[in-house]
């Protein structure tokens, strides 16, 4: 089981960066890491995904290190409507039922 | 979100009457997902399907839920006997042919039980 560990919460200023990292030692080597964002009443949203090194898209910036035990999720310049619970996914369709969300990490972004 | 439909939005049951939650994916999408949040809480993986196969269903208590997805219309979760501890928002999500394809969540359908 793809266990993943976030911090709880997290607290920012407008204009930070902010970086939130999820362990997840027990790693496949099929596994791919895939970041999701979700506001209130809100299905989650996909931000990005990896599978090793340094991925990097419009919104954010992900970071795996050679073990792959963990990741780092990295927002450039947060602005007050990041403020949402971020959630770090590990695993592939073949391991769906064994891929757990965690209680995710709430990121508040205050002015 | 917007490519995933899911319906009703809120559902209201009173304790033993079955709540029925239906989901269309996203268009070209084949393989769906069924995922449950109580509040404050994260998702709780409950089913994996592809057209009229379950694939993977670990995570589905093993009475009074159900899910299918049939060759033609949408997926229905359906919870026959509703009780309290059933209330919470159940999401559905679809991927694309990859195995890392990633998902493509609704908007949840709220389910109340009085």
């Known amino acids: 089981l793809a266990k993943t560990t976030q911090p709880i919460s997290m607290d920012s200023y407008e204009g930070q960066e902010v970086n939130i990292t999820c362990s997840h030692n027990n790693i496949a080597t099929n596994d791919y890491i895939t970041w999701y964002q979700q506001f209130p009443s809100q299905g989650p949203r996909f931000i990005i995904q990896g599978y090793k090194t340094k991925v990097t898209n419009e919104v954010a910036s992900l970071f795996i290190p050679a073990d792959r035990k963990s990741s780092t999720l990295s927002l450039p310049r947060v602005s007050l409507s990041d403020t949402a619970v971020y959630y770090c996914?590990?695993?592939?369709?073949?391991?769906?039922?064994?891929?757990?969300f965690g209680d995710g990490t709430t990121l508040t972004v205050k002015p | 979100n917007a490519g995933v439909m899911q319906n009703p939005r809120h559902l209201v049951r009173r304790r033993g009457q079955e709540a029925r939650l239906r989901c269309s994916p996203m268009?070209?999408?084949?393989?769906v997902y069924w995922y449950r949040q109580l509040p404050e809480e994260g998702l709780k993986f409950m089913v994996y399907?592809?057209?009229?196969?379950?694939?993977?269903e670990s995570g589905m208590p093993k009475e009074r839920f159900s899910a299918e997805f049939p060759k033609e219309g949408p997926s229905i979760l359906r919870i026959q006997q509703v009780v309290r501890g059933d209330s919470a928002a159940y999401f559905c999500?679809?991927?694309?042919?990859?195995?890392?394809?990633?998902?493509?969540f609704g908007n949840g359908t709220r389910l109340t039980v009085t």
């Open positions: 999500a679809s991927s694309g042919q990859l195995d890392n394809s990633p998902l493509h």
């Open positions: 996914l590990v695993g592939d369709r073949a391991n769906a039922g064994k891929s757990t």
């Open positions: 268009k070209g999408h084949s393989h």
């Open positions: 399907l592809q057209k009229e196969n379950i694939i993977d």
